[in-house]
């Protein structure tokens, strides 16, 4: 038998996200510096780091938004702008216009747009997709409300629903844990672990440091470069942690200090 034999052209067998050298800019400061990882496919996986340490000029990069100074990203091993209908973006809240007159299931049906020729309406089986996905986010009662109108956390889900109904591959999420309750981050979790089970990869900005080993398989450190990638426990280690988050770690100390004592 010959085992030698390969075939680099078979999308299971390269990485779902593989970032070689790769450096961004705004101006004169890099945001990103000679970032390089690859994730393996049907993994959840955290970015960490300070405010301004690059997390969400990572995912942009990923999404081919912005234009790199160097470095390339390959997305099942062909450049990402050959693969662009296979990745789903899941925006930071802040970011986007809620008075926008439309319906949640309006929202999700956008999802569906790049699957249905110009000249066609949307078809019962759009629609099912859509439903579909959001009763995977437990939405489905809301379809007819206005998206303004819902809770940061009921927004965050029927972008989910969306990201979904678009059939993506690969789903990058920037923050969406930020500013929800604790029942809604739960759901929200459930939904990323439900996503991964069906074998997505999934990339998560996460800030809160107290959480991320308990949900991602692996963490990325960042702070302009890459200072870990790895397990949570490897990543999530003290001597690391005070050297890119500096001051501000006091307030994760304190906090298990508070903890320890009450
Ligand atoms: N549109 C922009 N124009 C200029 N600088 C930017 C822009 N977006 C981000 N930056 C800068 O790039 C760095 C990384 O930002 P960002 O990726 O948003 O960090 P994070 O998401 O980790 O908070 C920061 O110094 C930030 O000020
Ligand atoms: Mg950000």
């Known amino acids: ?40 496919a049907g993994q959840l996986i955290g970015i960490i780091g300070p405010n ?25 091993g062909e450049p990402a702008a050959h693969a662009k209908g296979r990745v789903a973006y899941v925006p930071q809240r802040g970011s986007v216009d809620w008075d926008f007159p439309v319906s949640v299931q309006e929202v ?7 699957h249905v020729p110009w000249w066609k309406n949307l078809g019962q089986q759009e629609w099912q997709l859509a439903d579909d996905a959001l009763e995977m986010v ?20 029927v972008f989910m629903a969306r990201a979904m109904a678009q059939g993506a591959d690969i789903l990058l999420l920037d923050e969406p844990f930020a500013g929800v309750d604790a029942a809604t981050e739960r759901a929200i979790l459930d939904v990323l672990e439900q996503t991964k089970q069906a074998g997505k ?17 692996a963490l990325i450190l960042l702070k302009q470069r890459l200072y870990a990638f790895g397990s949570p426990e490897a990543v999530l280690h003290r001597r690391l ?18 903890t320890k004592n009450s």
């Open 108 to 114: 999700v049906l956008m999802g569906r747009y790049g």
């Open 201 to 217: 990869t999934l990339l998560v900005v996460h800030h809160d440091l107290t959480t991320a080993a308990e949900y991602f398989d």
């Open 138 to 157: 437990r939405m489905s009662h809301y379809r007819k409300r206005q998206i303004g109108e819902l809770s940061g956390g009921q927004q965050q889900r």
């Open 241 to 258: 942690l005070s050297e890119v988050y500096e001051g501000s770690l006091r307030i994760f100390s304190d906090l298990s200090q508070t």
């Open 1 to 40: 038998m010959n085992q030698s034999s390969k075939d680099n052209s078979d999308s299971s067998t390269n990485p779902a996200i593989l970032v070689d050298n790769l450096t961004v800019s705004y101006g004169p400061v890099p945001a990103l510096l000679d970032v390089s990882f690859k994730v393996p």
């Open 52 to 76: 301004g340490s690059g997390k969400s000029t990572l995912i942009k990069a990923i999404l081919g938004f912005l234009k790199p100074d160097f470095g390339t990203v390959y997305l099942f």
